[in-house]
C-alpha cells in the first residue's frame, strides 16, 4: 500500500507488486489516471465540468488565469500563476502542463472504488498556503470537514468518482481535489491512493480507511457511506517554516507529549531534537475538534502559534 508521491512512478509501484500483493492501483491505471489529459477527456465525455489542460504556453495569457503545474506533482509543490515566465526545462523528469484557473473554494473528496463504481466517503476544504501556516502559495497545508454537501453537489462528486473509477479500474481509496465556484464542483487533480484528508474524515465521522481500503483491493467490496455527524468538526494544519531552524527540546517534549494523546493525537510527524529544518520545510503536523468550521480553523491557529513561540519563531 503506498501513499503521496508514489504514484508518480507507476514503474516502481509494478517492481513492488512483484514482490507482494498490491493493495491500490496498478502500474498500468496510474499511466491513465494520473495524465491530466486522459481524466480531462473522461470527465468531458461523461460531460462532467473541469479545466482543459494545455500542453503549451502559446497563446496563453500572461495574467495569472492559468497555472503551471508539474505532471509529477504531489502536495501542490512546484504550482505557479503562469504569468509568461520562462517554464521549466523539459526533460530529465521534469514535465509540466498548464491549467485554467478556477476562482472559487479549494476542496477535496475522498472515495473508496471497486468494479467500475466508486463510494463518496467525504469532502473536505483544503488549506492552502499562507501567512498563518508558512506554506507557499499553492502548498497543501491541511484539511477541515466534513463539509456538509446539498444533494446537488453530492451527486456532482459522486458522478465525478464513478466517471474515474469506471474508465480507469481505480481500486481501494482515491482522491478528488477540486475547486468549488458555488454553483459547480471543478476536479483539478486526481491522487489514486489513500490521501491527506482521509485521517480527517476518519477522525470525523468513524469509518476505519484502511479496512474499506483492504475490502475493496481483496474482495471487489465497497462498504455503505456513513452520514457524517452535524456538530463535528476535524481539521489538521502543517507547520512550515519560515525560515531554517533547530528542533529545540523544548518543543520536541511538549510535542510528543500531545502526539501520544489517545486515541487521537493533537500532533503528528514529530521532528528530532536537533534536527535541522530549511525554510518552507513541513515543521510538524497538529488536529483540532470543534462544532464547526470556524470554530476548528480558530483552533488550528492557536496551536501552530503555540508551536511558534516553542520554537522561538514567534
Given at each position: 500500500m503506498y501513499t503521496g508521491g508514489?504514484?508518480?512512478y507507476p514503474e516502481l509501484v509494478d517492481r513492488l507488486a512483484k514482490n507482494g500483493t498490491?493493495?491500490?492501483?496498478?502500474a498500468s491505471a496510474l499511466k491513465g489516471v494520473r495524465d491530466p489529459f486522459q481524466w480531462a477527456r473522461a470527465f468531458a465525455e461523461a460531460a462532467i465540468a473541469c479545466p482543459w489542460p494545455q500542453a503549451r504556453a502559446e497563446g496563453l495569457p500572461h495574467d495569472g488565469s492559468w497555472l503551471i503545474k508539474p505532471l509529477r506533482g504531489s502536495g501542490g509543490a512546484g504550482i505557479r500563476?503562469?504569468?509568461g515566465q520562462s517554464p521549466p526545462a523539459r526533460g530529465k523528469g521534469v514535465e509540466y502542463y498548464f491549467q485554467p484557473r478556477i476562482v472559487g473554494t479549494p476542496c477535496s473528496a475522498v472515495f473508496v472504488g471497486a468494479a467500475g463504481r466508486a463510494v463518496l466517503l467525504g469532502a473536505t476544504r483544503q488549506l492552502?498556503?499562507?501567512a498563518w501556516s508558512g506554506a507557499s502559495e499553492f502548498a497543501y497545508a491541511g484539511s477541515i470537514g466534513p463539509l456538509k454537501l446539498s444533494r446537488q453537489k453530492e451527486e456532482q462528486w459522486q458522478r465525478i468518482g464513478n466517471c474515474l473509477a469506471r474508465r480507469f479500474a481505480l481500486v481501494g481509496l482515491f482522491g478528488v481535489d477540486a475547486i468549488d465556484d458555488g454553483s459547480t464542483v471543478w476536479?483539478?487533480?486526481v491522487n489514486p491512493?489513500?490521501?491527506a484528508s482521509v485521517e480527517v474524515l476518519e477522525r470525523a465521522i468513524g469509518f476505519q480507511a484502511v479496512q474499506l481500503h483492504a475490502e475493496a483491493c481483496c474482495r471487489g467490496t465497497l462498504a455503505e457511506p456513513q452520514a457524517p455527524s452535524s456538530d463535528h468538526c476535524v481539521g489538521k494544519a502543517i507547520l512550515y517554516a519560515p525560515t531554517d531552524l533547530v528542533v529545540s527540546a523544548r518543543f520536541f517534549f511538549w510535542a510528543r507529549q500531545r502526539a501520544e494523546a489517545w486515541p487521537w493525537p493533537d500532533l503528528?510527524?514529530?521532528p528530532d531534537v536537533g534536527a535541522v529544518i530549511r525554510r518552507g520545510q513541513p515543521v510538524a503536523t497538529f488536529f483540532a475538534e470543534a462544532s464547526d468550521e470556524s470554530a476548528t480553523q480558530h483552533a488550528l491557529r492557536a496551536r501552530l502559534d503555540q508551536a511558534r513561540?516553542?520554537?522561538n519563531l514567534a
Open positions: 508514489i504514484e508518480n498490491l493493495w491500490g492501483n496498478s500563476s503562469w504569468r492552502m498556503g499562507g476536479p483539478v487533480e491512493r489513500y490521501t503528528a510527524d514529530v513561540r516553542l520554537l
